[in-house]
Nanobody, 116 residues
């Protein structure tokens, strides 16, 4: 599985961005796709993830501001980000993983910069 992320960029505080991540290849019927981010000097952290059935998990700092969704037919996961703040500045990485088979893939990151 290969992941192609897009949608990063520069946005002012309070603004919005939508990230997309398209998966290429054969996906497991039961899988999880998600977004992680890594700010300079920080460890990579989970932002949000969504399983193939639709259940979602968000890190506390983005709850109420970010929404993760997926289109299983298009094999694409989205991250709608609103109310962006400077602390959201990071490289955002798309992730795909499944238990059967046991795999974990990362896409190339896309940079999100929140600055006035």
């Amino acid at each position: 599985v290969q992941l192609q992320a897009s949608g990063g960029g520069l946005v002012q505080p309070g603004g919005s961005l939508r990230l997309s991540c398209a998966a290429f290849g054969t996906l497991s019927r039961f899988n999880t796709m998600g977004w992680y981010r890594q700010a300079p000097g920080m460890q990579r952290e989970l932002v949000a993830r969504i399983i193939s059935g639709g259940d979602t998990v968000y890190t506390d700092s983005v709850k109420g501001r970010f929404t993760i969704s997926r289109d299983n037919a298009e094999k694409t996961v989205y991250l709608q980000m609103t109310g962006l703040q400077p602390e959201d500045t990071a490289v955002y990485y798309c992730n795909y993983n499944s238990l059967v088979p046991s795999v974990n893939y990362w896409g190339k990151g896309t940079l999100v910069t929140v600055s006035s």
